[in-house]
C-alpha cells in the first residue's frame, strides 16, 4: 500500500495487446511510487514499455484491442482503474496531465494555439470562452512564448518545434495538475531548446510545487533532472533506485550499457559503445531473463537462460532484477 506521502503507487501493473498472433505483453508487474514535487524518471530503449506505462496511468490505452489486465494505480491512496470514464475525465487534465512525444501531432492544424488551450481549461475547468483566452494568454506568458497575445492566434505550423512543446506544456499545466507526465519532451528538438525546454519544466515544478513522470531514453537528463530513477527493459523495470545511486553503482548489465553508450568528455572513441542486438518484440520475449540474449554475461549462463530473476532488493532503496548483481543471490 502507499505511504501516505506517496502521489501516485503502481502496483504490479500490467498492460497487454491483443493481436493475431497472441497477446503482446507491454508492460509486466510494473510497480513504483512519485512522492509530491519528486521527478521520476522511466528510462529505457523505445519498445520497453515507457509510454505504454503512462498511458495506462491516464487511461488512454486504445480499446478493444488494448487492457490492463492486472494491477492497481493509487492516486492520493485511491485506485483510479476502478473509476468510471466520466470520474476519470475529473482526474485527466485536472489531477494529471500528459505532454506527449510530438507536439507537432498532438496539436489540432485547423485550430488556433488560443483556441486550444482555451478549449482545455474550458473543458476541465468549465470556464465560459470570455474567461478561458485570459487564462490561456496567462499560461503563454508563464511558458516564455513572446507576444503570447498575437500568438493565441496563430496555428501550429506557424510555430517552431520548440515553441510547439511549450504551447502542449502550457496547455498541460492549465489547469495545476498535481502530477505531470512529460513522455520524451524534448524529442526531436536540438540541444540548446532541449536545455530551454528541461529549464522551463524545473522552473514550473518548483512554482506549480508538481511532481513529474519524466520518460526518457536520455541519460545525460536523467542525470541533471531525476530525483529517482526506474530503468525498463522488455515490458519490466529491472533496476530502480535514487539518481545517484544509478549512475555511482549500476547493478544490471542492461543499466550498465545504457551507461556505457553515453559519449564522455575527454574520452578519444572511434566509436561509440553500444548494445548489441535489439529490444526484443513482445510477442515473443525470450525464457529466463529477457536480457540475456544481449548480455555478455547471460548469453553464456543456463540460469539466465531458463529462469527470469525477480526484481529484489539488493542494498537500502536500491532494486535490481540480475543474477549476477552483487548481493542478490544473499536474498535467495
Known amino acids: 500500500m502507499a505511504e501516505n506521502n506517496t502521489l501516485l503507487s503502481?502496483?504490479?501493473?500490467?498492460?497487454?495487446?491483443?493481436?493475431?498472433?497472441?497477446?503482446?505483453?507491454?508492460?509486466?508487474?510494473?510497480?513504483?511510487?512519485?512522492?509530491?514535487?519528486?521527478?521520476?524518471?522511466?528510462?529505457?530503449?523505445?519498445?520497453?514499455?515507457?509510454?505504454?506505462?503512462?498511458?495506462?496511468?491516464?487511461?488512454?490505452?486504445?480499446?478493444?484491442?488494448?487492457?490492463?489486465?492486472?494491477?492497481?494505480?493509487?492516486?492520493?491512496?485511491?485506485?483510479?482503474?476502478?473509476?468510471?470514464?466520466r470520474q476519470m475525465r475529473v482526474i485527466r487534465g485536472n489531477k494529471i496531465a500528459m505532454i506527449f512525444q510530438e507536439p507537432m501531432t498532438s496539436l489540432n492544424p485547423v485550430f488556433t494555439i488560443g483556441f486550444q488551450i482555451a478549449e482545455a481549461i474550458g473543458l476541465h475547468q468549465r470556464k465560459n470562452s470570455a474567461q478561458a483566452w485570459p487564462m490561456a494568454e496567462e499560461m503563454l506568458e508563464k511558458v516564455h512564448i513572446p507576444d503570447p497575445e498575437r500568438r493565441l492566434y496563430e496555428y501550429p505550423h506557424q510555430l517552431s518545434g520548440g515553441m510547439r512543446q511549450r504551447v502542449m506544456i502550457a496547455m498541460a499545466i492549465s489547469c495545476k495538475p498535481s502530477l505531470l507526465i512529460a513522455d520524451e519532451p524534448t524529442t526531436a528538438l536540438d540541444v540548446t531548446i532541449q536545455a530551454q525546454i528541461l529549464d522551463l519544466l524545473d522552473e514550473l515544478q518548483q512554482s506549480e510545487k508538481m511532481s513529474i513522470l519524466l520518460i526518457t531514453h536520455d541519460l545525460g537528463v536523467v542525470a541533471q533532472r531525476a530525483d529517482n530513477v526506474a530503468v525498463m527493459y522488455a515490458s519490466k523495470i529491472v533496476e530502480q533506485c535514487s539518481c545517484g545511486e544509478l549512475f555511482n553503482n549500476p547493478l544490471h548489465p542492461y543499466t550498465q550499457g545504457l551507461l556505457n553508450s553515453r559519449p564522455q568528455l575527454g574520452v578519444k572513441q572511434k566509436r561509440l559503445n553500444t548494445i548489441a542486438g535489439n529490444v526484443p518484440e513482445p510477442l515473443n520475449f525470450p525464457s529466463g531473463c529477457k536480457f540475456h540474449t544481449r548480455c555478455p554475461i547471460g548469453c553464456n549462463d543456463k540460469r539466465c537462460q531458463t529462469a527470469e530473476p525477480q526484481l529484489r532488493e539488493v542494498s537500502p532503496n536500491h532494486f535490481a532484477a540480475c543474477w549476477y548483481a552483487e548481493g542478490y543471490d544473499k536474498l535467495l
Not at 510497480?31 to 521520476?40: L, Q, V
Not at 498511458?55 to 486504445?62: A, N, Y
Open 10 to 85: 503502481v502496483r504490479n501493473l500490467s498492460t497487454f495487446f491483443d493481436t493475431e498472433q497472441g497477446p503482446a505483453k507491454a508492460v509486466q508487474d510494473v510497480s513504483f511510487d512519485i512522492k509530491p514535487a519528486e521527478t521520476f524518471a522511466l528510462v529505457g530503449e523505445s519498445g520497453c514499455g515507457k509510454s505504454v506505462t503512462a498511458l495506462s496511468i491516464m487511461q488512454l490505452i486504445p480499446h478493444p484491442q488494448g487492457r490492463i489486465v492486472s494491477g492497481k494505480i493509487l492516486f492520493r491512496n485511491h485506485n483510479i482503474l476502478e473509476l468510471t470514464e
